[in-house]
């Protein structure tokens, strides 16, 4: 059986042999007591990459994102984000479980504007209202196909969020592919935010973990939720070598990727009925849809892509994801679009 072109996810890649030597070889101690030199390392080393003062280890982008509403909201409070945002759809109902939140989704294809969120802000002084106290921001965009959301409004964003008195809040889980793709470096993209979480499992390659980062203060409150949660994990530095080789190697690959996720759409567009908006394509996601003209859903693609060794994911009764990296080439992705191309035209 060949090898499937496995294009669900960027988080389906294997560790690289120079990546498990470097596990291998980690040095290690208990975290919880501070002492794992392997994650005080990566610790130090992204809160310096994102101009930060501190930065926490987290074993899931998921738990980041749970500590982060815990750090910067209560009970009851609402928080501002993206439609379809990561935090709305894709974390189990985790904002209202596990911080007592509500979600308000705003704007469209993943941005919306500072002056959306002056409206989606409730006023403080209406008793009726939950408190508007945070804001959160998905950069890149998952859903909307990887977007990259354009900094000027994103510092117009946390500019009125300044002003109302909420708190800002970057998932920067894919800000490595947001600064690969827009040029700016990763300090820029995250300092307009009180917290920044990215992930060293998705487009960087490695087997897991995720990190928060922000001031002392809100990282030393961070930490405590994430012990609560029971995230504080012990020789950590196994993972944490993963995350720095990836760092020292695999960011340099991210406009590969981009490449590859463009040749994908360009062709699959050209060949196939889909619909798909070029514009959207900007870092290692094609989030494409099938109109009702086409025989074929989402689910009934992916079962016939997935029998002639192509991997991708139904993302909606119509709408498909393809993800490019680490472990995918050039001729994987166009041989992955001729197939789809051809399972489109039955
Ligand atoms: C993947 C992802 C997460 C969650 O990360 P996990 O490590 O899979 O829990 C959070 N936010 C965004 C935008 C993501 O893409």
Sequence with gaps: ???????????VTRPTAAMR????SAEVGDDQYGEDPSTN?????????LGKEAAVWLPSGTMANQVALRTLTRPGDEVVASRESHAAWHEVGGAAANAGVQIHEIGRGGIFTGEELRAATKPRNFAIFPMTTL??????HNRAGGVVVPQPEVLRICAVARELGLATFLDGARLWNASAAS?????????????VAVAFSKGLGAPGGSMLAGSKELIATADRHRRRLGGAMRQNGIFSAAALHALDNHMAHLPEDHAHARVFAERLLAGAPVQLDLATVQTNIVVFHLP???????????????ERGVLVNA????????????????????????VLIALLAM
């Design 135 to 140: 804001v959160q921001v998905e950069n890149t």
């Design 315 to 338: 993302f909606g009764p119509r709408t498909v994801r393809a993800v490019t990296h680490l472990d995918v080439s050039l001729q994987q992705c166009e041989r992955a679009a001729d």
């Design 21 to 24: 030597a470097a596990m291998s």
């Design 1 to 11: 059986m060949l090898t499937p072109i496995d294009l669900r996810s960027d988080t």
């Design 292 to 306: 009702a003209s086409l025989a074929l859903d989402a689910s009934a693609l992916s079962a016939l892509a997935r």
């Design 41 to 49: 390392r990566l610790q130090a080393r992204v809160a310096e990459m």
């Design 183 to 195: 040029g700016l470096p990763l300090d820029t993209l995250a300092q307009p935010f009180d917290l």
